[in-house]
Every structure is written in C-alpha cells, then in structure tokens.
C-alpha cells in the first residue's frame, strides 16, 4: 500500500457515499455510525452543501490574506450570532487541531498570568503547546479524583497563576467522559473572578453533536474564544476560532500576526455557512436531541441485558458503550463483526468500549438496526 495509516484498516475500498451510508467497490452498503471522522454532521455526499461549493468554487475559492470576501462576513456573522459574540471576531483557518492551538495562542497573548489549566486525558489538538502541555505552564485537573465536592476538589489550584481555563466538553479523545456539571461552573467561578480566560474545544462536541449547538451550552458557561472544526465543514476541511469582543479588541491593540495559506478562504466559509443554514432551516439540534434519547435507549437495552456491558454514557449523538474489562473479552473482534453486519462504530481499546457518532441525520431504524446486530454479536460472545 502507498499510503502510510496510523489505524486498522478493514481492505474496504469506499466509492460512493451517500448520507449515513458508505458503499466499497463491492458493492456493500456500510450505515456510518462515526461520521467519517466525527466530521459528517450533515451525512456524506450533502448535496445543498456540494451545491454551495460549486457555486463558490465557480467564482472564486482562494483569495489570500490581503483581500475581503462577502462570503467569509457572512460567514463569521453566522457563528458570532450562534455563540452570541456580539461585536466578537473571526478567524478561518483548515483543521480542529489549528483552530485549538490558535485559539490558545490568541488567550496566551493577551493573559496576564502564565499558566493553564485543563482536564487531564482530554484531547485537544495533534501539535503545539496544547498537545505537547509542558508541566511548567500546564496544570492538569483529574476527574477520576473528583468525589463531587467542587470546592474542595479545586482548593488547592492556584487560580491566582492561571490565565486560562482550556475546557473540552466531554469527547475526551474518544472515552466520552462528560464533565461534572457542578465542577466545570466552579472552575468558571474561580476564573473569572480571577480575570481569566474561558478556551472551549469544541472542534467535536460543536455544531449538534451533543443535542445543542455547542458541548458548553450544557455547562451554563460563557466563554471567551470557542474553537469548532469537524462537522462545521461536513467534511470539507475547514475550522473556526471565534473570539468575544473584548479578546478580540485586546489582540488588534496588541497587534497578533498569524499567517496560513488558507486563512479566510472563501471556500471553506461557503461549506461553513451552508452547513449553519441547513441546521437552521431543518431543525437538525431537536433531531438530535431526540436521535439521541432513542440512541441512548437501545444502547441501555443492551447493558441492562448482557452482563459484559459495563456502562452507557453520552449525550446527543455522542455516545459510548464500555465493557468490563476481561483480558479474554474479544472487543477488536466484536468491533469487526459489527462492521461485517453493514454498521461503522468506533472503538478504543484502551477505554474498552465501542463509540457511536453518528450524523445528525441518521434515522430510527439505523439505530434500532444497529442496536439489534450488535446484540446478536454479543450474544454469541457470551
């Protein structure tokens, strides 16, 4: 093979998408319970989203640093009024891992204290400072420690160091491990009462996954700069770091340069804005509440009738279902054979669980479906 992978490949050479559902040269049909890569909000192959590129890409598709584009104002109007940024800013730029690492420089610019804090174990970007956090600059909170006293949980945290709180709202590379809700307002609490800084990553949680337009919504928090990548697109590589009105003013006066080639570019805002517009007009963030209550309900059938099942967490589209750890339980194999039965999941070996994100689009009967052949897996595991 020509091409370097970092994951177990299946040999299923994908030609045709349509929706929830992949088809391979041979024809089979594949229902994509991973969107892609978290990233096909709007199920695969959209065509008003394909629309929209075509129209873009038969004007103008780049246009560099120097100039402005009607499109990307619409654009950023669109996610400044989502996020209620009023007077706030934009900045466009091609993957999540960027737009986290620029939305970290952007508050490390203009904080006044050196330091970070974030949850431990929580992905945040693949390179930087925010995937390399060095111990001197970075401080690590563990949810597994918490026994649900907020206060006595963060006593001993130096706020008065910390410039700014990096929150992931639940994703935690895959593990689906949701915050505390009481715990993530304390930390707000303490930040702003220190003049800090509120980061959101929300480059997977963002844009319906979770049942809400943003994972932080959850949260009764306001934040200072939101970073979105993924689903914004619906495949198309495009990400955003938004910015309140006051980051925003406190980086023009300092005068923060950044420069990437696709910075801004006319035809990624033209995805974005098609994919914000279709979730509008269709009400897809009441679909996925209610997808995800039926997703959540199969998924609990199964733990309450199979003993290798450890737990059901999640929210929205946004779901994991974790086993019992059991060196002899074949989870690589039950991952396999629910792909041979036609239903892409994900699956972390290291949290022993199986990952359901599908697009926002997807369907009862996917679901029910689903749920069924994976029972029949489990049962002959049993």
Same mark, same amino acid.
């Given at each position: 093979?020509?091409?370097? %992978?970092?994951?177990?490949?299946? %040999?299923?050479?994908?030609?045709?998408?349509?929706?929830?559902?992949?088809?391979?040269?041979?024809?089979?049909?594949?229902?994509?319970?991973?969107?892609?890569?978290?990233?096909?909000?709007?199920?695969? $192959?959209?065509?008003?989203?394909?629309?929209?590129?075509?129209?873009?890409? %038969?004007?103008?598709?780049?246009?560099?640093?120097?100039?402005?584009?009607?499109?990307?104002?619409?654009?950023?109007?669109?996610?400044?009024?989502?996020?209620?940024?009023?007077?706030?800013?934009?900045?466009?730029?091609?993957?999540?891992?960027?737009?986290?690492?620029?939305?970290?420089?952007?508050?490390?610019?203009?904080?006044?204290?050196?330091?970070?804090?974030?949850?431990?174990?929580?992905?945040?970007?693949?390179?930087?400072?925010?995937?390399?956090?060095?111990?001197?600059?970075?401080?690590?909170?563990?949810?597994?420690?918490?026994?649900?006293?907020?206060?006595?949980?963060?006593?001993?945290?130096?706020?008065?160091?910390?410039?700014?709180?990096?929150?992931?709202?639940? *994703?935690?590379?895959?593990?689906?491990?949701?915050?505390?809700?009481?715990?993530?307002?304390?930390?707000?609490?303490?930040?702003?009462?220190?003049?800090?800084?509120?980061?959101?990553?929300?480059?997977?949680?963002?844009?319906?996954?979770?049942?809400?337009?943003?994972?932080?919504?959850?949260?009764?928090?306001?934040?200072?700069?939101?970073?979105?990548?993924?689903?914004?697109?619906?495949?198309?590589?495009?990400?955003?770091?938004?910015?309140?009105?006051?980051?925003?003013?406190?980086?023009?006066?300092?005068?923060?340069?950044?420069?990437?080639?696709?910075? *801004?570019?006319?035809?990624?805002?033209?995805?974005?804005?098609?994919?914000?517009?279709?979730?509008?007009?269709?009400?897809?963030?009441?679909?996925?509440?209610?997808?995800?209550?039926?997703?959540?309900?199969?998924?609990?059938?199964?733990?309450?009738?199979?003993?290798?099942?450890?737990?059901?967490?999640?929210?929205?589209?946004?779901?994991?279902?974790?086993?019992?750890?059991?060196?002899?339980?074949?989870?690589?194999?039950?991952?396999?054979?629910?792909?041979?039965?036609?239903?892409?999941?994900?699956? %972390?070996?290291?949290?022993?669980?199986?990952?359901?994100?599908?697009?926002?689009?997807?369907?009862?009967?996917?679901?029910? $479906?689903?749920?069924?052949?994976?029972?029949?897996?489990?049962?002959?595991?049993?």
């Amino acid at each position: 093979m020509s091409i370097l %992978n970092y994951c177990e490949i299946f %040999n299923s050479d994908i030609v045709l998408a349509d929706n929830c559902h992949i088809a391979d040269s041979s024809g089979k049909k594949y229902v994509d319970f991973e969107s892609g890569v978290w990233c096909t909000s709007l199920g695969h $192959n959209n065509k008003q989203v394909n629309e929209a590129l075509i129209r873009q890409l %038969n004007t103008i598709s780049h246009a560099g640093g120097r100039y402005t584009s009607k499109v990307v104002y619409e654009a950023a109007e669109k996610v400044l009024e989502l996020l209620n940024f009023i007077d706030g800013k934009c900045t466009f730029l091609s993957s999540g891992s960027e737009a986290v690492e620029f939305g970290i420089r952007v508050a490390q610019a203009v904080m006044d204290k050196p330091c970070f804090l974030y949850l431990d174990n929580f992905y945040l970007s693949a390179y930087g400072i925010s995937a390399t956090r060095n111990e001197e600059e970075w401080i690590p909170l563990n949810l597994s420690e918490y026994k649900g006293d907020p206060l006595d949980f963060l006593k001993d945290i130096p706020f008065d160091k910390i410039g700014a709180f990096v929150f992931e709202p639940g *994703n935690a590379s895959g593990a689906v491990n949701l915050p505390p809700k009481e715990l993530i307002k304390a930390i707000e609490d303490a930040m702003k009462a220190t003049g800090g800084i509120i980061i959101v990553d929300e480059v997977t949680t963002g844009i319906g996954r979770t049942g809400k337009w943003f994972g932080f919504q959850h949260y009764d928090i306001t934040p200072d700069i939101v970073s979105c990548g993924k689903g914004i697109g619906n495949g198309y590589p495009v990400s955003v770091v938004a910015m309140s009105k006051h980051i925003s003013e406190l980086i023009e006066k300092i005068g923060m340069r950044y420069a990437q080639s696709h910075q *801004n570019d006319p035809l990624g805002c033209a995805a974005l804005k098609e994919v914000i517009s279709i979730i509008e007009n269709e009400k897809m963030i009441q679909k996925a509440a209610n997808m995800g209550d039926m997703l959540e309900s199969e998924l609990k059938s199964l733990l309450i009738k199979h003993k290798c099942v450890k737990e059901v967490r999640g929210v929205g589209l946004m779901y994991a279902l974790e086993f019992f750890r059991d060196n002899q339980f074949p989870l690589k194999k039950i991952h396999r054979e629910l792909f041979d039965s036609g239903y892409i999941a994900g699956v %972390n070996p290291a949290a022993n669980l199986l990952r359901f994100y599908p697009p926002l689009t997807i369907e009862e009967a996917h679901i029910k $479906n689903m749920a069924s052949a994976l029972d029949k897996i489990l049962l002959k595991h049993i």
